[in-house]
């Protein structure tokens, strides 16, 4: 009886190892369905403006506010990644949050100065285009979303415990909790006029992310010292300059990345019809995303999973499949009737905005597929710590967007919300390229580690 057993045990454990579409779909969905939250709530902006005063004026003021702001916060959100690595227990949760409280303070400075001296003229006028009926709401608008940064990096910081502790039902909890407030405040500033233009979308972000933060805080605080009380070695190890170490090149990668954002906004700034471009842009994208952001995490699955025995191949094909699916349903949106009522009786678009947000979006539909694939790569890369390899990616993604949106204004500026989709297709496009690239000449020259060859034969 007991050989019995044994055989059984044996058995079991060769089919844990063996990687399945269903074990890749356990891990995924949640992580998918918390990116499509995320996305979702930027929607839930998008129509709270569009039932606002003048609604391109301030979904194009609140676009442009957000995509400046967004430099200031990317590092922020990348302090989730140092908490995450370097939190031990008590001390070394200090000198994390020292790092990232010098840094979000150093980045307030350049906020405060964008918001309130003539620096702030020559960011949006000289260097993004924005025209001068814009750039009043622009400013105004900036100087509430300019408290992201702070707000997002209490909450990457005490994600990073949740994540650490393995509480990561917090992090979902503080998800729905956002969901629910933004929606509140949506609904309230829409019925009752009492925030009106770009504010409502600057109001309700800052205040989204601010209740993520704030529960964030508050169940993590408690889990900041050790669970069972005993202390971690490795607490005390940790020092200010390790730490910066650490963190500052993931700082400068964010901010390379989060230039593509303004890029774009400058080309559409430039083009026939710069406030109906930006505000089509944004309402593309935030529906758009709802299906491209899950995307994003297939690198973590890659990475989990490619070790086990079926895993590359299985991975592989659930890129594949996933990513083809979301383009499929972003184009059922794009090209079919579905588009329409999607956009005039739930997020109510205007007759103006409605083609131009059509356009982007059918620009877009590609987006899941080659995410998919693009991130299907970076995960191998980063299995292999070819990270120099992924830097490389972004400078190929900054450079796309660049020489795309440099096209679309020169040789067709009546592309509008089209030259925003097309410079993102080219620059995930282009990580695509060098991320597949490396992995196969790398792969013919020997220098992964972790092949699939290599597993099999194992």
């Given at each position: ?27 995924f ?8 939250m ?14 606002t ?164 805080m ?10 069972d009380g ?21 700082l ?15 080309g ?53 499949g ?32 409605l083609?131009?947000?059509?356009r ?9 597929l ?26 190929g ?13 020169f ?9 925003g ?38």
């Open positions: 009886m007991s050989g019995k057993n044994e055989k059984t045990e044996k058995n079991n454990r060769l089919d844990q190892e063996v990687v399945t579409i269903k074990r890749i779909l356990t891990f969905i949640p992580l998918g369905l918390t990116s499509m995320m996305m979702m709530s930027h929607s839930i902006i998008a129509a709270g403006i569009a039932r005063y003048l609604p391109e004026i301030s979904m194009a003021a609140y676009a442009v506010s957000l995509n400046v702001i967004g430099i200031m916060e990317a590092p922020m959100v990348l302090a989730r990644q140092m908490s995450i690595a370097l939190f031990k227990g008590p001390r070394s949760f200090a000198v994390v949050r020292n790092v990232a409280g010098l840094t979000v303070g150093f980045l307030s400075l350049i906020s405060l100065a964008v918001a309130f001296t003539p620096f702030g003229s020559f960011v949006f006028s000289q260097l993004l285009g924005v025209p001068d009926n814009l750039m009043l709401p622009t400013l105004q608008v900036f100087r509430f979303v300019m408290l992201m940064p702070i707000v997002s990096c209490i909450r990457s910081l005490y994600h990073g415990v949740l994540i650490t502790r393995q509480r990561t039902f917090f992090v979902t909890q503080a998800m729905f909790a956002r969901i629910a407030l933004m929606v509140t405040l949506i609904f309230v500033f829409t019925q009752f006029d009492l925030v009106r233009g770009g504010y409502v979308g600057g109001v309700t972000i800052v205040a989204g992310i601010g209740m993520e933060a704030f529960y964030a508050f169940r993590g605080r408690r889990l900041v010292e050790p669970p005993v202390e971690d070695p490795g607490d005390k190890d940790l020092t200010f300059s390790r730490a910066a170490t650490f963190f500052y090149p993931l400068l990668a964010g901010i390379m990345f989060s230039f593509t954002r303004p890029i774009m906004t400058a559409m700034s430039r083009s026939l019809d710069p406030a109906i471009a930006l505000a089509a842009y944004s309402v593309a994208t935030a529906v758009g995303w709802i299906f491209i952001a899950p995307c994003q995490n297939v690198h973590q699955a890659t990475m989990v999973f490619v070790r086990e025995k079926e895993g590359f191949a299985q991975v592989r094909r659930f890129a594949k996933f990513g083809l699916t979301g383009s499929l349903l972003l184009a059922a949106i794009a090209f079919t009737p579905l588009g329409h009522f999607v956009l005039t009786y739930l997020i109510g678009v205007s007759d103006q905005m083609l131009p947000v059509l982007a979006l059918r620009v877009l539909c590609v987006m899941p080659i995410m998919s694939l693009q991130e299907y790569f970076m995960g191998i890369l980063l299995v292999n710590q070819h990270t120099r390899i992924v830097s490389l990616c972004k400078a993604n900054l450079l796309a967007v660049t020489l795309m949106v440099l096209i679309g204004v040789y067709f500026p009546h592309w509008g919300s089209v030259i989709a097309a410079g993102q297709l080219a620059g995930f496009s282009a990580e695509l390229l060098v991320a597949g690239g490396a992995f196969v000449w790398m792969k013919n020259r020997g220098l992964l580690e972790v092949t699939e060859e290599k597993i099999q034969k194992e």
